[in-house]
């Protein structure tokens, strides 16, 4: 990196003169074993393998170098993110949370799951009334994940208007304090906006989603504001999620204009927002829905420069990552990309893909293949 530095003998020599060059996107909130796992015809107990090609393929097509999986089957996601991160399959870096911790009764596992006994083992801990916390914390720390994933939300997601079983404060307290224990940070999916401030006083550190499908807490006031920007905390409001499951719940009110106007307040007063996009749920592109929230951020309010940014080197610090990726700087992988347009005239312009690196290799060529 830099200007003016000699060529080396033999290097080829790249003219990029009127492109842009970008460090590689990321989705900070993917189920990269998604609907493609639960849709599997004969599901029973646990897998012997896992792929996730088309998902790793669309991901890079896109651009997309890495994703924080927030939530999916387990050991799975685990044994698929370290045979990635040993360069042994082509894919985005893998962040990964593994089970997701969430109340008896409640969401997702007696929502969207069903119950369903099959799914519900591989992806959930159910947090009874008699459960060691403490414990279930320190076995997916043992099973080493990097995130702790909880669920801080009272809605039944599938029907409206429906209330579910949602962890208290008391729950939330005991997860972050044992995470943090550990060293593991807490991602919190939060469907309203009291949701949202509990998980950040109990100390998440990041908040998932924000308004979500079928909920009526919208406002946003100047005491979250204050609360979101006092805090070493991150907003993921998978704009895209909430923006295309918009009237899927029967007799549910639209939330996705209330969203906008929440995302427009905290754009403007400063809070540090992640990209995310909740893909591997049904609707929602592997990898081009970057680029669809990226478009709904500037929408709400989000300068070009802020969206783009924040899908690459905001992602890399809010995984706690950023001394590997997410910028381009010497001493940084090569994961990038480069655009045949500048994103700042356009912010989809970032879909203009010509490039894609992956650790110093190309993935993705319509630039040399032309
Ligand atoms: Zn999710």
Request: aromatic residues 6%; contains cysteine; negative net charge.
């Amino acid at each position: 990196m830099g200007r003016g530095l000699p060529v080396p003998d033999g290097a080829q020599v790249v003219d990029l003169q009127g492109m842009t060059l970008l460090p590689g996107f990321s989705d900070a909130h993917t189920h990269f074993g998604g609907s493609a796992r639960l849709d599997r015809p004969g599901l029973t107990g646990r897998f012997g393998s896992y792929d996730y090609a088309e998902h790793r393929e669309a991901a890079l097509r896109w651009g997309v170098t890495a994703v924080r999986s927030a939530g999916d089957f387990t050991p799975e996601i685990l044994e698929f993110r370290d045979e990635v991160n040993a360069g042994k399959i082509r894919s985005p870096r893998v962040i990964a949370a593994g089970r997701m911790v969430q109340a008896d009764g409640g969401h997702p596992a007696f929502t969207v799951f069903f119950s369903d006994a099959a799914i519900v083992e591989n992806a959930c801990v159910i947090l009874r009334a008699d459960t060691d916390i403490e414990a279930e914390i320190a076995k997916l720390s043992d099973l080493g994940v990097d995130w702790i994933k909880i669920f801080v939300s009272d809605d039944n997601k599938m029907q409206y208007p429906c209330t579910v079983p949602r962890l208290s404060n008391e729950q939330l307290r005991r997860i972050v304090d044992a995470a943090h224990k550990h060293g593991k940070p807490v991602m919190a999916h939060v469907d309203d906006i009291g949701n949202l401030k509990d998980a950040v006083l109990c100390g998440a550190d990041s908040v998932e989603h924000t308004i979500n499908v079928a909920t009526s807490d919208h406002e946003v006031t100047d005491e979250v504001l204050r609360l979101l920007t006092g805090r070493d905390v991150w907003v993921v409001p998978t704009m895209t999620a909430t923006n295309l499951h918009e009237g899927s719940i029967p007799g549910a009110p639209p939330v996705y204009p209330a969203l906008e106007t929440a995302v427009g307040k905290m754009v403007r007063a400063g809070v540090k927002f992640g990209v995310g996009c909740d893909s591997g749920i049904p609707f929602i592109p592997f990898g081009e829905c970057v680029h669809m929230e990226m478009e709904l951020l500037v929408r709400a309010g989000m300068e070009p420069l802020a969206a783009v940014t924040a899908a690459t080197g905001g992602n890399a610090k809010l995984f706690r990552k950023n001394d590997v990726f997410g910028t381009v700087e010497p001493g940084k992988a090569a994961d990038l990309v480069v655009l045949g347009s500048s994103p700042l005239d356009d912010i989809r312009n970032t879909r203009d893909i010509r490039l894609v690196f992956r650790d110093g290799s190309v993935v993705i060529d319509r630039f040399f293949a032309q």
